[in-house]
């Protein structure tokens, strides 16, 4: 390979010859808080040499499976409907050419376009979200498009009894109460995250992770660090359940790199790529 | 309210309307080893907007209790004595205002004069202390007012059987000896805490948290980090029975932001301050 | 004062009473390589209490000038536009009132806006621009509402003659070549600044300081960092001469903090603000 | 003793009356990705003043038992045979005076020359290597002195069923295979450690502690940080039971403390220094 | 462009159609002080898309000229004869294809084996050296192949009167002695650089530029920085004259991001590789 | 020499045999803004061994002159006057021992007690004093001990017309009111210091040098940093006249390493104590 060619760790095939296509979203423009995760894709890239193409937890290696990263997209500063159209447009393609997307943030608001790309294929979709925020807000000091709005976007689009959130710790009161009554939400933790492959079936899903799920001690690198989280080992077991289920796209977002430089939270990114690469059916 | 005034979030009720009052006492001169703990009020101060007000944990709301943030004491620098004299003079105000006192350290020995003057109205006080270290050397370099000394200058004021301490992990060997005879030490972990609201029963409680309680993964943001600390998860489960207790005061302190340049300590330091705030009566 | 108000050094007057009045514009939107130029104008505020009111340069104090810190505007998240209208509409309200606006950054963009109100109440408006950039690019990916576009786009607005460029080291070579036959560009230092007083004469001006003309050396906090800077005794050298101009405004902008952990960038912007104040007719 | 000597913690007896000597070993050349544990054992000798002489933990107090700390090899830049050379000499020194070897890297590679020079003196010598990754590859670009390699090399030299390994979770697959062939492999976490008392009885055992066993939330000063490691009192715990093995030499490696700026990676290897001392027999 | 393909900034053309052909030596494996020049290329060439392509100081553009980064050499760690003749290999493939080669280094020691490369090809060749060291030690601990001898060793194989340096502000007693009798040696500045295109005419020369010359000020993002260097106006504008020179070769090293989070040493590197390429002929 | 001993580099020769005595003075016990100074001398000692012996710009080296460090003193944390007391006391016995005294702060406080010390030996001692700060004030927040009385202090001791102060750029104006009555002050720059030699021929020389003299961009690494001030070679090109004064004592304070994580500053203070003892007498 052309030395000047970078791509994540082992996802150099051709894109005809991929199964599962990845691409990052560097936008951070609704961020409320500490801009940086448009550095996030770029990062993961860059230090995914630094980890190793085999997974001890699952027995594979990424040598083993077809994947092309095709880069970061050039999204707009400044311009928020303009970069989500260009997001939804390339998630199509994607998912057009019968290929699977794995998009990495960038901030969480990147899913609302990929899910809006995801859902026409796919019209029984539902979600399963990883997070530490409830992402449920009807707005955003008056803009409906935020990234902590998101999750109530994609309610909008997919209705009831469809989203299944994680590990959420954080929240205005009246984001809770729209849970209760509209998704499915595991406060604090990822229990019953095991029952999902029984409850789902095939039904095809999309699986949207906010690093910040994972507590802060183990993932500082990002925006709006919220203590109380999960575990690296936490998440991992539950991850590997998805290749139990019919994951049609998924994305993994809110790395902010800056934020920690001990280059930490860029690895464990790296890490978890590599390993929801390998639960990927089709992969 | 005026935009320039900067309260901890949601603190901002009157004085006269409030149950709580909180304040900072930016005091660090007796710091032996990494100084930095005088920048630890303000940091929590500003940084409390990035989290929210409502705690998913007890399904209360910052917005719903009356606290009045009074800003940080201009401690002078150099003269430790004239600052813990003012300390005293503030808690004393506060206390004799028939108000519930919260301080934010600084260093632990602030501890000392926020102890005297809440002790003059509460002569049958006991001390709750959360802490990596004893805290019980009989002086530093000679020095009998030092952060290291604090809970010693507290023993001499309230003598044996009521000082009861968590989660300490070091010291001299002189000092768990002292415990051994004259207070309640359980080291390592935070054991036997659920068992306060029996022990205690109404008894009024002072409750000293000295954050490097917290294993530094989820706490760097402090001049001694000790590893072999509780989660967060912990600490925060051991809190929430405070709520059962009859606390009349309590201090956070120990935070230095400059160790921890993710914003992760304040960040967790912040949480901390609303549960506890969340688990006082007449919050 | 109450201890919780927080504004810019001695900046503690009534609105009423004030000819000069201060704002935050924590925007960075468009900001296309490294953002955070959000937190400039709070870090300013903050930090501020670091230096003296007091300028041996001119011999005068803040003490003896009224000037009013009205705060940070709440400004949206991923809406250039709105930002921007939040932005006129402050300015027009401060130049309204007879008072003169001094606008904190935020990325460059914020000029636009205010330059927008101002030139309303002075149609004859000069610009005096410092800056390591040109910012006439006509767009930036396609969006015309940019930080690299600023200038251009206030040439929209007043045409040929009436912009004094200076410190410009970097652009496209079109942009130096639409400098050349509309604005006056000085090129990589500040000759020439002296005689603007004889040049303008009594013409209102604005005066816009992006910090990043400074050398990196004295100011590596901001997003676009560009070696062979004019150095702080170059730029303050300059800015005193302001006393002699007829300004009716100015901004300063695109500190961003985090790049800079040893607080060296934000000291020097507070210093910067400090002798601009004082160089005001009014103050 | 002189102001000027500056020891690790309390391990200034004197050669001669020790029986332990520690030394430092600042090599990193051979280190793939991020350099830097040259400043390990410097900077564990420095910090060292933070923690206390007494483990709560073992009852114990390095007053009590005699160490001599030799200080840091002079080691060349640019020749690993050479500096591995410097690094067999020495222990074999210590081991022929009848003293126990405590050697602080520097990378991982520097357990070959001690293995060697231990292996002369203990010829039926076991390994027992706590780390995250296998260090079994047969070369690393070429290079087969590299310390992704230290432990198949030590392989070479003492063959199968004598290293035991621990907390492993990375390597390629072809590193897992040769392990389950010839040597004893816990993958993830430290389970069975406590088997090897009964294990091994009076086998005289060399224990090598890669600190990046540890999860990288906890240890985030090093080269490679690996997710999903094993936390502080896990790691603590295991290590209390080497006080019943025969361990006849050991080393600390791979701190490098610039990726850790909060200091907390040094305080957690100055601490398992101080464990890891009162352990040992004749200590 | 293939959205995966990262050359430095605009150096994107075909090998076959280049003039000057540009490469990263990854190598810091002798240094003695802090390690890290390892990063530096890959680091310049991800940052270069922070400056503009275009000079205002030459009025030439990067897009007018052919350059071909073929990306950096996958140096062995550990082995340093080997990584130096990977580097001479590299050169002379290019300097044979009749291209002028410029590398970024890395640590000084890769001047060495490119300066044997070129030599072959120019008999006659000078050498220009900037730098705050003279590196003219016959060996450092032993080693003579080390960062701190490379001048040495290029004096060894082209003798007295054909190195020139300039900005040396570091070294022993001897070295200056040495520089006495066999380089010319201007200490502490750049004065005379503007002598050299009528001095040395035609002759070829191979530039090495350690970026150590520049005062810290601008440059902290190296291993040995030492204080009372040049700015990076004086080094520019010294540096323009090498369009009167005939330069065959150069190199640019020295470079370690990491002890310079803001960036910015990195961004002075960018601009550097930038405005030498445009000085070169055949550029 | 063993190899635990550090001192500054090369100041490592007997007590009995230096005529200069080089100590540490730990202390920032009233530093008002950012602390961290007591960790300058500790930091200066480790790192010098990254400089060389050799200063190329008096052609002196330290290996020539002989030079006693006795490391840091044991001062007690949050008792200023105890520790005041340990300096003098220090400082008298080095003087009565007809040594040199070279102190390294520590903040600028230190200096009082040292002056008192030298005083007693030499009446008619005069100060030249290099700062960013007047460090005149009466008092700070109440208190007659502060670093930034430490001159006005010294002048009680000592009157008018005796101290000489360069540098100067910040502030109150009464300060500056006093200076005109009471000091020389060469505000913003060192103009006049060559003077020196002639106006004060043999009278006894203390030299006290707060490193804030210099401009931020080369010396960050400080608590209260101050644009505008000189470069590293102006202030060289100042000390370099010392040796033509008859300097009895001098001392060089305010490092706070924590702030410059480059090492930068660090670095430049080494240089600049080893250029120091190379102009004093009897060195």
Redesign the interface.
């Known amino acids: 390979m052309?030395?000047?060619?970078?791509?994540f760790l082992a996802c150099d095939k051709d894109f005809d010859k991929s199964n599962i296509v990845l691409f990052g979203a560097p936008f951070?423009?609704?961020?409320?808080?500490?801009?940086?995760t448009?550095f996030g894709p770029?990062a993961i890239r860059?230090e995914s040499f630094?980890?190793?193409?085999?997974s001890?937890?699952q027995g594979r290696?990424l040598e083993d499976i077809s994947v092309c990263?095709?880069?970061?997209l050039?999204?707009?500063?400044?311009?928020?409907e303009?970069a989500l159209s260009m997001i939804e447009e390339t998630t199509s393609d994607i998912v057009n050419a019968k290929k699977l997307p794995v998009m990495v943030g960038g901030e969480h608001?990147v899913t609302l376009p990929a899910v809006s790309a995801v859902l026409k294929q796919y019209p029984d979709l539902c979600i399963i979200h990883l997070d530490a925020h409830t992402d449920l807000r009807d707005d955003?000091?008056?803009?409906t498009?935020?990234h902590s709005s998101v999750i109530r976007r994609v309610w909008d689009k997919i209705g009831d009894g469809r989203i299944f959130q994680f590990g959420?710790?954080?929240?205005?009161?009246h984001e809770?109460e729209f849970a209760k009554a509209h998704t499915f939400l595991q406060?604090?933790d990822l229990q019953g995250f095991e029952t999902l492959p029984e409850l789902l079936g095939n039904t095809p899903v999309y699986v949207t992770l906010d690093l910040d799920v994972l507590?802060?001690?183990?993932f500082?690198?990002t925006g709006?660090?919220?203590?109380?989280g999960v575990?690296?080992?936490e998440l991992?077991s539950a991850l590997l359940h998805l290749s139990k289920l019919n994951v049609v796209a998924c994305d993994i977002n809110e790395l902010a790199p800056?934020?920690?430089?001990?280059?930490?939270s860029t690895?464990?990114a790296c890490?978890l790529v590599r390993e929801i690469l390998l639960t990927l059916k089709g992969g």
Chains 1, 2, 3, 4, 5, 6 share one sequence.
């Open positions: 052309n030395k000047n060619v970078q791509t951070d423009g609704t961020t409320s808080f500490r801009p940086g448009r770029n860059q630094g980890i190793e193409t085999y001890p937890y290696d990263d095709i880069g970061d050039d999204l707009p500063f400044g311009n928020t303009r608001l955003y000091l008056g803009e498009l935020s959420i710790r954080s929240g205005e009161r809770f406060a604090f507590d802060p001690s183990i500082c690198g709006t660090p919220e203590a109380g575990s690296f080992k991992l800056v934020y920690d430089q001990s280059g930490v690895a464990v890490k």
